[in-house]
């Protein structure tokens, strides 16, 4: 079974069991740091959304416009149910087609590390593109270099990740600017959280005129 297959087919299979640990992991902090920045009403995309629950239920209960794709249609469903407020498609995060500029933040928890990780600058420069000028984004990544398939709630997963200083420096090639990471351990567990910001575009200034000048 190829990688992204193993993906999909361990999370239809696990989706009931992860999110019932899933608070193992607390995002509270990074999540409110997040709202504090953005508009009422912002539009955000989670990638890798899972079941919905805790994050985008948080969002929605926020006031804000959630989009969620996840690779898993067992997933989707759940999220569907648990936060019918909220839009949800399957689709793998490698392949998002947005418009640019759909959004005003991407998120996504726990889910980069499944595509492979030569894909992820490519990645990074599509969310690049669908973030609004000013917009945020808030990812966590993988705190040590590694490849391979390992056991995940009674299913074959697979993970591909870099180290801090390539994640790092993907995510600042694409074009975001990183306000903040740290190395987060909930859950027994490290990986790497950063939130970064798309810069502001700067105005064109115009063009200065001598109001002495004869016509």
Known sequence: MENKELVRHGYNNCAQNY??????????????????????NSKILDIGCGAGIPIDKYLVEKGFQVTGIDLSSEQIRLAKENVSQAEYHIQDMSE?????????CVISFYAIFHVKREEHQQLFDRLFASVKDGGYLLVTMGAGEWEGVEDFFGSEMFWSHFGVEKNLEIIQNSGFQIIHQEIDQSGNEKHLVSLAQKPQKRKASLPSFDTNQEI
């Not at 999110?19 to 009422?40: A, G, S, V, W």
């Not at 998002?96 to 005003?104: G, Q, R, T, V, W």
């Open 96 to 104: 998002i087609d947005f418009p640019d500029n759909s959004f005003d």
């Open 19 to 40: 999110l019932k640990h899933r608070d193992l992991f607390q995002n509270q902090k990074y999540i409110d740091d997040l709202i504090d920045r953005l508009e009422p």
